[in-house]
C-alpha cells in the first residue's frame, strides 16, 4: 500500500499542530521527493548516514526530529548540506522534519516516551502557565537514590548518564530531552529532586550541587530517540504502509 505525500504530511501537520508552534527551523516538509509513499525511514537527524541507510531500504520518506534550515545557519547549498540534498533529491526521497511540535506532543512527544521509558508519572508541564511547556514533572512509584535512578536510565537508554549527585531520595523530577540544560532553573523552581536532559554546560553542575538537585545529562540524540519512532509507528497504522526506526549512534 502506499499514500499520496500531500495527504501524509497534511495528516502529520494536522496530529502534531505543528503551524500553531513558533519554532527555530520549517517544521514539515522540508525536502519533496517522490508523490506516492510505501516506506518510511525515520531517524533523530537527517544525517548523511541516515540518509544513506534510507537509500539502501528503498525509503520514500525519511521522517526526523532534526531537520534543516535552522535560523542563522549558512544558507549556501555547499559542502556537507550539498551532499545531504543531492542524496535525497537524487532518490526522489523526501525529507520530514519536526523539531518542537514533536518535542511538546502528549501523545508521542519525546518528553511524554521518555517519561514512560522511565516509569515517571507526569503530573504537569515544567513551565506550569505554558500549555505547550516542553518540559514535564512527574514522580516515581517508590523513592530511589540517585544512584539507583542513574542505572535505571542506563538500562533504559543504553549508555551511562553524566551524574551531579544530590540529595536522596529521589521522588519527584522534571525532565526536557534533547539541550535543555538551561532549564534546570525551572527545575528547581518546580521543587523537584532531580533534573534530567541531555547536555550539560558548565555552570549546570554548580546549580545542581547548591540547591541539592541530581542532575542527569543523558545524551541529546539518546533522549530524543522515542518521538520519532513513535510517530513513524502513528503514520505506519494510520496509512498502512511501512516504517522503520534507524538508529545512527551519536556519543553526544
Excluded at 532534526?66 to 537524487?90: C, P, S
Excluded at 537508554?157 to 539541550?179: D, F, N, S, Y
Excluded at 527545575?187 to 542527569?216: C, K, M, Q, W
Aim: aromatic share 6%.
Amino acid at each position: 500500500m502506499s499514500v499520496a505525500l500531500t495527504t501524509l504530511v497534511q495528516e502529520t501537520d494536522r496530529y502534531l499542530d505543528a503551524g500553531r508552534i513558533a519554532d527555530y527551523c520549517p517544521n514539515g516538509l522540508q525536502v519533496e521527493g517522490r508523490a506516492q509513499v510505501a516506506r518510511i525511514v525515520s531517524g533523530v537527524t537527517a544525517s548523511q548516514a541516515l540518509l544513506d541507510a534510507a537509500v539502501e531500504a528503498k525509503a520514500d520518506l525519511v521522517l526526523v526530529h532534526h531537520g534543516y534550515f535552522w535560523k542563522n545557519e549558512d544558507a549556501r547549498i555547499v559542502g556537507m548540506k550539498q551532499r545531504r540534498l543531492k542524496t535525497l533529491l537524487a532518490n526522489e526521497i523526501s525529507l520530514l522534519a519536526y523539531h518542537l511540535p514533536l518535542d511538546v506532543h502528549p501523545e508521542v512527544g519525546n518528553n511524554v516516551r521518555l517519561g514512560e521509558l522511565l516509569g515517571l508519572r507526569i503530573e504537569g508541564g515544567l513551565e506550569p502557565d505554558n500549555p505547550r511547556s516542553v518540559g514535564l514533572v512527574g514522580s516515581l512509584e517508590h523513592p530511589l537514590a540517585p544512584r539507583q535512578f542513574m542505572r535505571r536510565i542506563e538500562d533504559a537508554l543504553g549508555r551511562q548518564p553524566l551524574m551531579v549527585e544530590g540529595k536522596e531520595p529521589i521522588r519527584r523530577v522534571a525532565w526536557c530531552t534533547g539541550g535543555a540544560q538551561g532549564y534546570i532553573d525551572k527545575a528547581v523552581a518546580a521543587g523537584v529532586d532531580a533534573y534530567i536532559t541531555g547536555e550539560i554546560s558548565e555552570p549546570t553542575a554548580h546549580i545542581a550541587r547548591e540547591n541539592g538537585l541530581s542532575f542527569f545529562a543523558a545524551g541529546h540524540h539518546a533522549t530524543e530517540r522515542y518521538g520519532v519512532q513513535a510517530l513513524g509507528d502513528y503514520l505506519a497504522r494510520r496509512f498502512g504502509i511501512e516504517h522503520r526506526f534507524i538508529d545512527c549512534p551519536n556519543p553526544a
